[in-house]
């Protein structure tokens, strides 16, 4: 059987697994939410935007004649892991997520864990403070709780219309990043507490190293809790996962 590939994508470990898959003869398509206004160009087809929920993508999946999942998606899209798990095993077809591990504080870090975005707004009540502030665009809302504190953001779109936080400096890049990078920019804006998803990866750690080196406090956001799954950490682990299920990939 010759596989038709659905993969989750929006991160670093989706484009390498495009760029992985491309040339193998091997049909596959990277799905995108649409969140960037410019998606990076991919080596293999696209398609953007959601499903509709687990019945739009039940209902994809069927009309696409996909035979193998693959949720490629960041570890806080929680919403599209779930809905990937439903809809395949109401298909009964194989899903596997390719994930990174997350990070782990080392001696030098000064980390407190939060368990949620709610959790993280709640720990930043007190005193202004400076704060860069890389949660991604779309949780921006949520710290105009906090309006007392001077963020630093980092998007990769500028910012349509106003910001929900007050007292906000922009930066619009899409990385990669660099410690040296991170460092001067953290400097540059005498940040004294960085707040983060724990992503996990090498794409979003520059700031973890520069605040590690700059001696400064992380507010480390923990990942959401995710329905079991098989987990693979490479692209060539994919391919091996699609051999071992049956699936020609004519080589
Ligand atoms: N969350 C982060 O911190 C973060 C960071 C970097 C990149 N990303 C990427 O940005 C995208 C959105 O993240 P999120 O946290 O907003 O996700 P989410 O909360 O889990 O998903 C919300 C909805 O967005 C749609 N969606 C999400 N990922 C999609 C994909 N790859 N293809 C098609 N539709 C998708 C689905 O809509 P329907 O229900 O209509 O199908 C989903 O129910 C993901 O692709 C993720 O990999 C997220």
Redesign the pocket.
């Known amino acids: 059987m010759r596989p038709t590939l659905l993969i ?4 670093t470990e ?1 484009t390498a697994l495009a760029a992985r898959l491309a040339g193998t003869g091997l049909k596959a398509t990277l ?5 960037v206004e410019t998606p990076k160009a991919q080596p293999i087809p696209m ?8 019945p ?2 039940i209902a994809y999946l069927r009309a696409e004649g996909v035979t193998h999942v693959i949720d ?3 570890p ?8 990937a798990v439903e809809a395949c095993t109401a298909l009964g077809l194989p899903l596997v997520a390719l994930t990174r591990p997350a990070w782990m504080a080392g001696l030098l870090d000064t980390w407190r864990h939060v368990p949620d975005i709610a959790a993280a707004v709640a720990a930043l009540s007190g005193p202004p403070r400076r704060v860069f502030l890389a ?2 665009r ?1 949780h921006l809302e949520a710290f105009a709780a906090q309006p007392q504190h001077r963020y630093l953001l980092r998007l990769v779109d500028a910012p349509k219309g106003p910001l929900p936080l007050p007292q906000a400096d922009v930066v619009v890049s899409r990385g990669p990043f660099t410690e040296a990078g991170d460092r001067a920019l953290m400097e540059g804006h005498g940040t004294e507490l960085v707040v983060s ?1 724990n ?1 996990g990866g090498t794409g979003a750690r520059a700031k973890i190293d520069a605040a590690r080196a700059l001696g400064l406090p992380v507010l480390m956001i923990d990942r959401p809790v995710l329905p079991a799954r098989r987990e693979l950490a490479h692209p060539d682990e994919v391919l091996d996962w699609l051999a071992h299920s049956g699936a020609d990939l004519g080589v």
Request: without cysteine.
């Open positions: 989750l994508g929006g991160t989706a799905s995108l939410a649409g969140r398609r953007v935007g959601g499903f509709g929920g687990v739009g993508l490629a998606t960041h806080f899209a929680a919403q599209m892991s779930r809905n949660v991604g779309m998803k992503a």
